[in-house]
C-alpha cells in the first residue's frame, strides 16, 4: 500500500527543509509555517496589508541564486527565530521584530550583493504563504517517479530537488498524475484533492546539499517523458493529522 515515507515543510521561501514527523492539515490551508517567510529581492510590490500571490522572480529563490541551497538554516517556530550558517559566519534573528529582521537582511546583503536588485527585506503578513502558485496547495511528490528520472539521467536525484511537502511511496511511476480530479486519504481524517500537475524549472537543477547547478532534470524530463512535469499539488478538503508511514490511499474521484 502507498505510504507517506516523510514530510516537510519550507518556513522561509527558498531556504533549508524541515523534516517533520507528523503535521496537522486544515481546510484550504498550506501546510503550518510553509513558505511562511520570503526574502524580496528588491522592491517587489508585496503589500502585508494585503497579501497577494506574486511571481517566485520577485524573491531569493533556487531557480536563480542556487547558492541559497548551501546555507546551513534553521527555524524555531516558537520564537521565529533564523539562524544562518555561512563561511563561519552566523547569523540570527527573530522575524517578528524589525532587529531580527535587519540581521537576516544584513547577512543577505553582504552574501548576495551580485544577486541582488535592491536591498533585501524579510516579508510575512498573517496567514500568507510565498509559495509557488497562488492557491494553497500540498506539494506531493512519487518516489518511483524520483527513480525512474534518475535512472534517465544516470545520476543519483534526491529528493529534496523539488521541495515538496509529502513524498509517497508505492505507488507506480507516474501515478500521481492519473490522481488529478480525485481526492485521496491519508491518516484518520485527512483528505487531500489532487488539482494539478507541477511543472519544474531550472530550481530542481540545484543540489540541495552543494548549492552546485549539477543535473538538467527539467531537459531530462522533457527528453525522456515529453514533458518538464513532476509532482502533484493537492487542496486540504478534510482536516486532520498526517504523520510518516501513514497509508495513502485513494477515496473517491471528485
Known sequence: MPTIDAIYR?????????????????????????????????????????PSYLPKQRFLMLMRNA??????????ETTHTLTITAAGEVAA?????????AAIEQFFARFFADELRGAPKVLY????????????????INLNSLAEIASAAGAPVHPLRFRA???????????EFDLIGKTLA??????????KRIVRCAATEVDPD????????????LQTFGHSDCGVYAEVVGAGEIAKRDPVTEVSET
Do not use: C, M, Q
Request: proline share 8%; glycine share 10%.
Open 67 to 76: 547558492r541559497l541551497a548551501a546555507l546551513k538554516t534553521s527555524f524555531d
Open 93 to 101: 534573528g527573530d522575524l517578528r521584530t524589525a532587529e531580527g529582521r
Open 10 to 50: 519550507y518556513p522561509v521561501k527558498g531556504l533549508a527543509a524541515e523534516r517533520l514527523p507528523r503535521v496537522a492539515l486544515a481546510i484550504g490551508a498550506t501546510l503550518p509555517a510553509d513558505r511562511l517567510y520570503a526574502i524580496e529581492n528588491g522592491p517587489s510590490g508585496f503589500d502585508p496589508a494585503a
Open 125 to 140: 503578513a498573517p496567514g500568507h504563504s510565498f509559495s509557488d502558485v497562488a492557491r494553497k496547495v500540498v506539494s506531493i
Open 165 to 175: 511537502n509529502a513524498y509517497v511511496t508505492g505507488w507506480p511511476a507516474w501515478r
Open 210 to 221: 552543494t548549492g552546485i547547478r549539477d543535473l538538467a532534470v527539467p531537459k531530462v524530463l
Open 186 to 195: 491519508i491518516g484518520p481524517s485527512a483528505r487531500l484533492k489532487i488539482v
